[in-house]
Structures are given as C-alpha cells and as structure tokens.
C-alpha cells in the first residue's frame, strides 16, 4: 500500500456490517473491522463491458453506490498496517476479496476463511492467513462473463425476433425448459385405466379388526399394479374367488431400522423449508445469511454433508445430557455426498453450538428465523442420533390360486423421530397364526386411473436442478427468482410452477434455434468445467472460448434466418382516441390492447379480465367482502377482498387452509 502511515491497527474486512459486528465481539482492539456492503467492483450495466477480441478481459467499474464506501475503506487501508479480507469462503467471497485487494491495492492480501462465525473459528482463521486463490477467483469471473456474455447477445435477439423486454439467461433458460417440458408431458398424458382388488378380512376371534389386504399373486404370478385393466378383468378374477377359503398362509415379521437424513446441504435445505415452513427458496437464503452472520449458523452455501469431529462430538454430548444415552450413538455418523461437484472441503449447514437450543433464542430471533433455525438444529441433532425401530409384519392370506397381501408397521423405538418428526403411518394388524382360516368381510375392487408427472414445486425443481448438474448451491435461489420476476413461469393454487404463455414462447424459439444453450447436458458440463478452474484444473480463458466462439457464429446466423414470430392479433375493438383497430400485443407482463395506429397512436389499455374467482369465504376482516384469488403484476397469486381499496385485507396463504388447520 501507499503513503501508509503506521497506526497499530489491522483492518478486517467482511461483506456486511452484521458479520462486521458478530466478528468484533471475538477480535482484541488491535483490529479494526469493517464492512464493504457487498461487491464493490461489477461489469458496468450501460455495455457488455468484456473485450471478447483480448482474451475476455472484463472492464470492472466501481458502481456509483459503493463509490462513497470505497473511498472510505482506502482512507483506512492507507492508516492500517495490516489489511485481512474475511469474506465469505466461496467462490463470490473470494472474488469480492480479489477486487477490494485491487481497489486498495494490497499488495500481498491476507486471506482468511471459516465456515462459522465463533470465537474459536475467528481466532484459528487469524493465526493462519492464506493469498487469494485466483483459481476461486477466475471460476467467479468465468461465470460471470459466461452470463454476460448469454444475456447481453441473446436477449436483444429475443426482443428483434418475439417482443422487447424479453430476456435469456444461461441457466435460467435451462431451469424454464425444465418446467415448460413437463408441461408439454402434462399435456400430451394419456390416463391408463387399471383395477385394484382388495380383501376386507377379520379373524373369528376379533371380528371388530377388520383389515386390508391386496391381491398380490394369481396363478404363481405377481400381479402388476397396471395388471388388471378394466372393470371386465376385475369381475373375472373376483368370480374365481367366490366360495374361496381365506387362510394365513406365510407370516414375517422382522424389525426394520430407518435412519435419518443427512445434514443440510443448500439444495436438501431449500427443498425442506419449502415443504415444511412453505418459504420460498429467496427467503430460506436470505434467512439463513442472517443467523450465518449472527454466528447462529456455518456457511449456508454449501454441497457437502460434511461435519466436523467437534460438531459431532459437541451433539453427542447434547443428546447424553438432554434426550437420553439411549439416544445417543457409540461411534459418530458421517455422510458421504451426491451432489455432482461437490466440495468436500466445506462443511453443512449445522447450528455453531449444539446446546443453543431454538427455545433458548426465541427471544433474539423473529419468529421466521426461530422457525429456520429450529429447522436446521433439529435436522442436525437427529442426523446424530439411534434409527428408529419399527417392527414390519407380512402377512400372505392364501384363497384358491390367489395369494392376498397385509403390511403391518409398529413404531418400537423412536430413536432420532424424537428431535425431527417425520412422516409415517402405523398400520397395526390383529395376531395372526400361521394356517389360520380368515373371514371374508368384502371382496373389493376399484377403479383407479395413472396420473400425468406433477408440475414442479420450487422443493422439486432445485433437486431436479441439483441432479442435472444445473447451477450450484449459490445460484439455485436467484434462478428461481428470476425467472418468475421475468414473467416465464407462475405458481398456480396449489404453489407448483407452470410455464407462461411469453415463457413457452422463449422456450420453443431457443430450443429451436439455440439447443445447446438449454440443453440440460451441455450446461451441466459448463458446470464442471467452472467447477475444474475452481480446482485449479483448467483455465478460464479458453473454456470461454470453447463456448462463445460457435455460440456467437450461430446468433449471427439466426439473425439472418429467423423471421420475427407473429404474436400479434387484430380486434374488433376501435381506438378512443384515433378509431383505428385495436390489437393485443404481447407485453413482459402479459397481453394488453394497443392501437395499430402505433408509432402516430399510442393508446394502450389492458385487456378484459374474466371476473375474480371466489373462494367461498366472507373476508376476516371487513366481513362485508368475498376473500377472492388476485395475482400480482408479476402473476403471483394471492388472497385479497372483493371491497378493495375500501378493505386492505390480503394474504399470501389460502384463508380456507388456514382455517382448516
């Protein structure tokens, strides 16, 4: 550094003032910490801002909103003798870290990094610094201008070609193609028709207990669940039975351990907040920074299932003293991954002190956080605790050639089911003896129907995500995002995505005439090549260039090829103001009514909306109005009164569940 005058002090930098303060309370007065408020280098917005002539280089600017903090942090850097950057310990982190070594022009930076924010972690990152891994580093800035790259070139095709205001994104495309294709498997469904048969039977000694059991085998052959094809089929089997005898002919029972899951992952994480606490994959993480950087929680971006010995000896220790030693293992429980790249260096995302309990933070947390973290302590405790013991009962019921089946399923041992309650049902059958004759209470059968793949909920699409090798722990959320903010997909009633109709259009066009840039394989392997920059295992540079070259060659050629999509249409409706025919146009967000007349004529007004959809509920709180569905202007759907705006009331959770629940 320059002109550095020596004051004693060495200067700590971290992204947020939260971490800042969290970090202070575990650092002697010789440190000094302060927060950048994020990044305070990007690409500018106004242009592509990468020279794709020289080797991809990136014209960086400091955003006019961090301009003031900048200076303020050069200031200090100058007065500082020594300079630590302590951002976070992932790829974003350590190029945040790079850009502010540059913009104070530190010359030899001292990086450290933690996968917590505790006293111990603090001090055992300080005692050993590390350089900036430019490998992290170039993996960020790849992606970076990979992303710019797409967005920058493609979206202005998309605005010549369909409508503006469109946009493609590198994996955001990929994540819409997901969805818009199960919507077209959806569509093109054809139900099967098949038959269930089911024995309705009780013993002579408890003719009270009546219980199932479904035919299983006929003639020595196992019985496909699409076996039996219609009602005809069914008939003919039921009339062999007629007059059959019912006996026991085979009994098991054996018990059956069930473990339980590994320690979060960002993508298990996202997945069990949605289907638990009904958060959306943005406020899970946005959530989780704030416990991370109070110290509540490790780094909440994460691939790996790893743990360290002092969390898992620290949870054994919890589980002695507070549930029982009954509960508690011998030896620790250690998880092996499966998610494509994932970094086994990082740990999972696991509360930083075991015995902090959520009850103990009820009154230092907001009740979204108490629920978030209670979610991840739980998970955590458990994932070191006994499996639970059920005892499984088979029970084959013989009747002529036929062999019926009855499961039965007894809870013996709770085990790690204490701490994370989990879904199971116990279905427990009467005692039964080998060769004992059964009484038939009910031959039944019934007519079921195969069902189309369902839509995707956000849970379901980051794994699909995740399986496919699309995007990385910190990109499933802002994908998520930003296709719905984008307008491309919605969430109906029951909060599953489907395509809008702008969205199957961008969809169709860049499947079309852009394969590989939604192509689930191609991107995956995008995936992994930023995952070996990241490693130190190839360069950037050219792996930018193995892409952009013959992705450029073919925009030209489908600028020239492709003619714009005709996605207008005339009315019968005439213009206010000029009497011209009116046309619906496509916006960003929608249909609207625009006159033809357009550039001279510029009136535009929405279109005809059918009435709102009532949901059969007086409002909770004027009790005047209907509680209705209403959508956001970004189609969103939510709960409002029909007496709006003399009534305010609105709600993003179906009132009637609420009411049911």
Request: aromatic letters at 8%; glycine letters at 6%; hydrophobic letters at 35%.
């Amino acid at each position: 550094m320059t002109n550095k005058t020596q004051t004693g002090k060495k200067l700590v930098i971290v992204e947020s003032p939260t971490k800042a303060k969290t970090i202070s309370n575990f650092l002697g007065k010789e440190y000094k910490i302060e927060s950048s408020y994020g990044h305070v280098r990007d690409l500018p917005k106004s242009k592509l801002g990468i020279d794709v002539e020289n080797s991809f280089a990136p014209s960086y600017i400091v955003p006019v909103k961090a301009k003031k903090r900048v200076n303020e942090l050069k200031k200090l850097a100058e007065k500082s003798d020594e300079v630590i950057l302590a951002s976070d310990e992932d790829r974003e982190g350590e190029a945040i870290a790079w850009h502010i070594a540059n913009i104070l022009n530190v010359k030899e930076a001292k990086r450290i990094v933690f996968h917590e924010i505790t006293k111990s972690a603090i001090e055992e990152a300080i005692k050993s610094p590390r350089g900036i891994d430019m490998s992290l580093v170039d993996a960020q800035q790849a992606r970076r201008i990979l992303d710019r790259l797409v967005g920058y070139e493609l979206s202005p095709f998309l605005w010549k070609k369909v409508f503006r205001g469109l946009s493609a994104g590198r994996v955001q495309s990929v994540a819409v193609r997901l969805i818009a294709d199960r919507e077209k498997e959806i569509a093109a469904f054809k139900p099967q028709e098949y038959w269930s048969i089911t024995a309705l039977l009780s013993s002579a000694n408890d003719k009270e207990k009546v219980f199932e059991a479904k035919l299983y085998k006929k003639s020595g052959k196992v019985i496909d669940k699409l076996e039996v094809k219609n009602e005809k089929e069914a008939l003919e089997i039921t009339k062999t039975l007629e007059g059959a005898e019912y006996k026991v002919a085979e009994l098991t029972s054996k018990e059956v351990k069930r473990t339980p899951g590994a320690p979060f992952t960002t993508s298990s994480f996202q997945q069990e907040a949605s289907n638990k606490l009904r958060y959306s994959s943005k406020q899970t993480m946005m959530l989780a920074q704030q416990l991370y950087e109070r110290g509540y929680i490790s780094y909440m971006r994460t691939d790996s299932v790893n743990l360290s010995r002092e969390s898992v000896s620290a949870a054994k220790d919890y589980i002695s003293k507070n549930i029982g030693e009954k509960y508690s293992l011998g030896e620790p429980r250690f998880f092996k991954g499966k998610a494509k790249g994932a970094q086994e260096a990082h740990e999972a995302i696991r509360p930083t002190d075991p015995f902090r309990t959520p009850d103990s933070l009820k009154n230092e947390l907001d009740p979204k956080q108490f629920k978030l973290y209670d979610l991840i302590w739980r998970r955590f405790i458990a994932c070191q605790m006994q499996p639970a013991v059920f005892n499984a009962t088979t029970a084959d019921i013989s009747a002529k050639d036929a062999i019926f089946r009855a499961n039965g399923s007894t809870l013996l041992f709770d085990g790690w089911l204490k701490i994370y309650p989990s879904k199971f049902s116990e279905t427990i059958l009467p005692e039964l003896k080998q060769g004992q004759k059964l009484d038939l209470n009910e031959l039944k059968k019934e007519q079921h129907f195969t069902e189309p793949p369902p839509r995707y909920s956000e849970a379901t699409l980051i794994k699909a995500m995740e399986e496919h090798g699309i995007g990385r722990p910190s990109t499933y959320a802002p994908t998520i995002a930003t296709i719905q903010a984008r307008n491309y997909v919605g969430k109906n009633e029951q909060r599953r995505f489907v395509p809008t109709e702008t969205g199957m259009l961008v969809n169709d066009l860049l499947v079309e005439h852009f394969p590989q840039i939604v192509d689930v394989g191609f991107t995956a392997k995008m995936e992994e090549d930023l995952d070996k920059i990241a490693e130190g295992k190839a360069q950037w540079v050219p792996v930018l260039k193995d892409f952009y070259h013959p992705f450029h060659d073919n925009l030209l050629k489908k600028e020239k090829e492709v003619t714009k999509l005709k996605v207008e249409e005339m009315t019968e409706e005439l213009c206010a103001n000029c009497g011209k025919p009116m046309m619906i146009k496509h916006g960003r967000f929608g249909k609207f009514l625009a006159c033809s007349g357009f550039p001279d004529c510029k009136t535009t007004k929405a279109l005809k909306k059918d009435p709102p959809k009532q949901i059969g509920l007086k409002c909770p709180k004027c009790v005047e109005g209907d509680v209705i569905e209403k959508r956001t202007r970004r189609g969103k759907l939510f709960y409002g009164c029909s007496q709006y705006p003399k009534c305010d009331y609105a709600s993003w959770e179906n009132p009637l569940e609420k009411k049911d629940n």
